[in-house]
């Protein structure tokens, strides 16, 4: 709550960060997968007759591949950091001073993952053999090492183990209860995706003494492991959610959920329901390897992504309120302030660094407080719109509703005054094209509370 808000209208900034995020995070799966792809696939390629023609499929794989994963994969990259710092200054600074050393990891191996991606395409003709199966094989294992640095910090935003604030022990918090589980998953997920660009450009082969047939058998293959393996390994992720978040997905699972977070439940099958038609493609193509057209691979790709979105969309909501699980709410309120009653009262906008200095109980003094208390997690009409959730509102149950909103189960505890839920609840009269200014609503509720007040002394004083 230090900062600007970034303001985005029916998305929401956490929506925007999602859509990119889900976009890279099936190139950045590909880019390294594909380069275990490329290893195997010139080891095996020296061991056939006709290998140079199986060179000539990989060739057409490899210009694939260095566009894709690096275009995009550099486009998207950049627009992650670009949208969570917007969207979370607070989060994206923790991550950054916390994990300083992991990162400046990362950037090196990216910085030689690319290197040895570029050594490695364009020496095709010029290089030996030996040559461009090691850079191949290096390829991978640097690619490899950036995975096994950002999951530290991907899944400690889920489950930071025995980090907590005091005492930032970082290696509690890279090498967290998530972590292993995460890397398998996602190892195997690269070999899926590696396989399945494999078959996107087998599918333009000519038909020859069966060479595409080949081809497209031994990239099916790489479908496989992750296949057999996901179910089990998924399960053991989910044991290490928060048991909080693992009770509402249960929930969702089974309808109880109310309506609600389900919609975690939801994406989460939809990632299952993805994985099995991509294991059904691939054992059809298998067995059937000629029927394999531009339009099967196209489609396998499409739903590929549709799995990564269930996934990672499931992952994401499942942190729901936080950025950081128990730590850091995602409208950038540390929970350990929160917890502090003295903190909670004070009036919201003196707290904020960026203090858009408005006069008390004006409109803009309302609108303001909202954006930088709720936009983070609410949209006016869009993705979870306040609107619809507040039609039943008055401006006296909105102004009540606020101080005890965190008993609601999600929601984070409310910050500020009593000038600022009232400024907050005529706001929201006003997004239902109600005008209440809220110096009436501060009125009505301590002549609210002053009768409660009476009648309980009332009450009190009855035999
Ligand atoms: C950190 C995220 C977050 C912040 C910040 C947040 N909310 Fe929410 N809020 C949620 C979630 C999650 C739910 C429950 C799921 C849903 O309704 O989509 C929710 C639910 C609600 C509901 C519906 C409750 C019900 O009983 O149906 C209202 C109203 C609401 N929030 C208002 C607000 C207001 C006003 C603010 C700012 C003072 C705010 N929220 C700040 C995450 C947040």
Not at 70 to 98: K, R
Not at 190 to 210: C, D, K, P, S, Y
Request: net charge neutral; charged share 15%.
């Amino acid at each position: 709550m230090n900062y600007p808000v970034w303001d985005v209208p029916f998305l929401g900034a956490g929506m925007v960060v999602a859509i990119i995020a889900i976009i890279h995070v099936l190139i950045s799966h590909f880019a390294i997968g594909g380069g275990a792809l490329l290893f195997v696939a010139e080891l095996w390629s020296d061991r056939q007759p006709d290998g140079e023609r199986i060179r000539e499929w990989l060739h057409k794989y490899a210009t694939f591949f260095l566009v894709y994963t690096t275009v995009f994969g550099a486009m998207t990259g950049v627009g992650i950091w670009f949208s969570i710092q917007l969207a979370s200054p607070e989060g994206t600074s923790l991550l950054i001073h916390q994990f300083v050393f992991a990162w400046a990891i990362e950037w090196v191996l990216f910085l030689v993952e690319l290197t040895l991606l570029y050594l490695y395409y364009y020496g095709w003709r010029k290089n030996s053999r030996r040559l461009q199966v090691a850079l191949a094989g290096l390829y991978f294992v640097i690619a490899w090492g950036s995975l096994f640095v950002i999951n530290g910090i991907l899944t400690f935003m889920l489950t930071p183990g025995g980090w907590t604030i005091e005492n930032r022990d970082m290696a509690a918090g890279f090498f967290n209860p998530g972590y292993l589980p995460s890397l398998l998953i996602r190892t195997l997920v690269m070999f899926l995706v590696a396989g399945l660009g494999g078959l996107l450009v087998a599918a333009r082969l000519e038909e020859e003494g069966g060479l595409k047939e080949r081809i497209v058998v031994f990239c099916s293959r790489w479908v496989l492991p992750a296949a057999l393996l996901l179910p089990g390994l998924s399960y053991w992720y989910w044991k290490t959610l928060p048991s909080n978040t693992a009770r509402l997905m249960a929930a969702g699972a089974t309808g109880l959920g109310g309506g609600r977070l389900e919609v975690m439940t939801l994406f989460a099958v939809a990632a299952g329901v993805a994985g099995t038609l991509l294991v059904l493609g691939s054992l059809l193509y298998q067995v059937r390897p000629r029927a394999l057209g531009v339009a099967g691979a196209m489609a396998l790709f499409v739903v590929a992504q549709i799995g990564f979105l269930g996934g990672e969309f499931a992952r994401e909501l499942a942190r729901k309120p936080y950025v950081i699980y128990d730590t850091l709410y995602s409208n950038s309120l540390w929970k350990h302030k929160a917890a502090e009653a003295g903190y909670r009262q004070q009036p919201y906008l003196s707290l904020t660094r960026w203090d858009p200095d408005v006069v008390p109980l004006t409109p803009q003094h309302g609108e303001w407080a909202f954006r930088l208390q709720c936009a983070s997690c609410h949209t006016r009409s869009g993705y979870r719109g306040i609107i619809p959730r507040t039609e039943s509102w008055t401006p006296l149950s909105g102004f009540k509703w606020l101080e005890t909103m965190d008993q609601q189960g999600v929601p984070p505890p409310f910050v500020g005054t009593a000038e600022d839920r009232a400024a907050i609840s005529s706001y929201i009269q006003s997004l239902h094209g109600k005008n209440v200014g809220a110096a009436e609503i501060l009125a009505e509720a301590q002549a609210d509370g002053r009768r409660r007040s009476d009648g309980g002394e009332t009450r009190e004083v009855m035999p």
